[in-house]
């Protein structure tokens, strides 16, 4: 066996198999032929891979695993880290892509054969897609207009090798004395940057070596497999991708595709497209394709600049021109003057080259201060556009009025390269609690007669939980409000949403960009009406509160006294079935939090994918927290099955032949229950539920409580819906009687 074989956990084997993680440690238990740990920790050790299927196989339980896991756990394991491998199986699915013929003659015959002739047939396809050779230098189309030809003599260097996260390879370094093929809108010469000592970005993407392409040869031949099965190379990617994206969510901060699209759609149609910060590749894959479409790239990170490339060439018939670096130090495409340009630049840095750019060209507007990389992005972004180009940004609200900015502010208005400034919904992207900002700039090829920007506000359309705004709704609000005020260069007032605003009115002392600072609140009819239509729906809440859902107390003249019996010992009997909640699941599927749980809201949070396996909830399961000291037990419906199991909440599934949720569920609630079953720290108090008890009662008798609880429940929801009506109609009230719409008799 290899010493660098792929290698997987306890739980990926789970997954293979299609069982949980007590099967695995018992078939270890069990089976003195189980493969033993190749690495790892004495706690999580890890398997070769092709032992572990090697011994599945055996066993007969191999047969029912779905490609897509084994092609995963290939990729996750592999010894050159999942990034790599990801790298290599994004170039050979972008073969098969482009060239299927050709991989079906590279893939016959062993695995030696495929890696030796593997890098030859990469370099043909790679060199006229992403416009770079195996020797680094920019790869030069014959004229134009027309598609890059293919220089054989140049593609067949199987040298140049794609290494893992963070590394980049040197021997093939681009070198930048190399001419950069510029397209038809492109063609005004660039000054040069003051920062010309830095060092050079490198090409995004080279044909991996044979030697490289050999350890890979397992997850190649999968990942082709995988793309037959999925219906092209393009889904099978993605899907490889997302689980990527998904098992290590603080490595990247995402751009949702729904605000991906709404940006390329403000930007508009274009042939020639930047993002300068381009992550994960969500913005120039949301850009509309066209004939002799090119897509220019870079990032500071190998591994997105890389895996980027990969993705829009999947994508899009395009040329993809990608380049590694830090973009305000060393831009990799200092020549182009693009249609468009998209980014969701880093925000709050404080490093991003003050002290050794002040004197570059890019800052027309003004020199940022250190606090502002937000507006280097800008003016980066800016002067890669051409005249009457549009760049479309993604922008911290406190970017729109922190006085450290205020003077390039100002000149960004006075020479109407501001358009329109649009204040986004809480939870459009991440950071997900914070209002975000789209600045929509335009580089002015002439500087406008009586400048007018666009203000809008969208923050209406937020919606509860974790899964974002209404985009349909921001969709249509925001493009309506642009496009009429980018043909008419203005816009009637939408009392609340939009309005145009003649920047003279904004040259201040602070040029606060803010939209919410300068629309005028909503029609007094529209206030007055929605107002009304809460006091009603309010006053029906209330009604029902009193007349249909206040329950009467249960008469009884002394305690009951029941044989009682624990939650520890119905479990042990079979009765029920006790999980708990983890740190690490599937990432793509929600969380029930215990705030959640107290709140009666839906699930919100979101876990790590990790190797443990999520408890997921099933209607009729009862969750209850184990901090925070208060009685709360949450039988689990149909809305909310499927969640995962969040932290601090503990799952019980009762067996309905022998318990009813709804008696458990109530019985969980009880104070003196909680009492004598918690335990008290320095800071917190915990809730062992094994101790909690429950009297031992037929099951017709529990159905009897259960009915008495499910009704108390429901008026629980009830007391709920009528505060947060009431709450509204508190803060409406308010606003109308302080702005007008609302008289005091």
Known sequence: MQDNATEVTAAGIARLAGVGRAAVSNWRRRHADFPKPVGGTETSPAFALAEVEAWLRRQGKLAEVPLRERVWQQLAGHPEGPVTALTHAGCVLLLIHDRPTVWLEVSAGSDERLAAMLPGALDEVLA??????????????TAVDEPPAVNTAEAKNPGGGVHGPGTVNTPDAVNTTSPVHTPVSARTPAPAQAASS???PTPALHPPSGPALLTSAPLLRGAAELAAEMGGARQAFEFLLGRHLDANPRQYTLTPSELAALMADLAGPARTALDPA?????????VAPRPDQELYAQDSAPDLAALTALRLALHTRATVRGAVGDTLRADGHPEL???????????NERNWGHDELAYDPRWEYGFPARTESELAWV???LARLRDGGTAVLLMPPAAASRRSGRRVRADLLRRGALRAVVALPVGAAPPYNIPLHLWVLRRPDKAPAQPEVLLVDVGRFATEGRGGPDWRAVRDAVLDAWRVFDRAGTLDERPGLARALPVIELLDDDVDLAPARHLPPPAAADGAEALTAVRDRLGETLMRLTADLTPSPVAGARPARWPLTTVGELARGGALVLRTGGN????RVPVLTDHDVVAGTAPSGTLPESDEEPVLTVPGDVVVPVLGGGSMARVIDDATGGAALGRNLVLLRPDPTALDPWFLAGFLRGTANNRQASSYASTATRLDVRRLQLPRLPLDEQRRYGARFRALDEFERALRRAGRLGDQLVRGMYDGLTDGTVAPG
Do not use: E, K, Y
Not at 337 to 347: E, G, K, M, Q, S
């Open 584 to 587: 690490g699941g599937h990432a």
């Open 128 to 141: 006229p897609r992403f416009g770079v050779n195996t020797h680094g230098s920019v790869h030069r189309p």
């Open 379 to 381: 003016q980066h972004a």
């Open 337 to 347: 003057r693009a249609d468009a340009v998209l980014c969701h630049p880093p925000f």
């Open 198 to 200: 830095a060092p050079a």
């Open 278 to 286: 381009c992550g994960t590749g969500a913005l120039l894959r949301a």
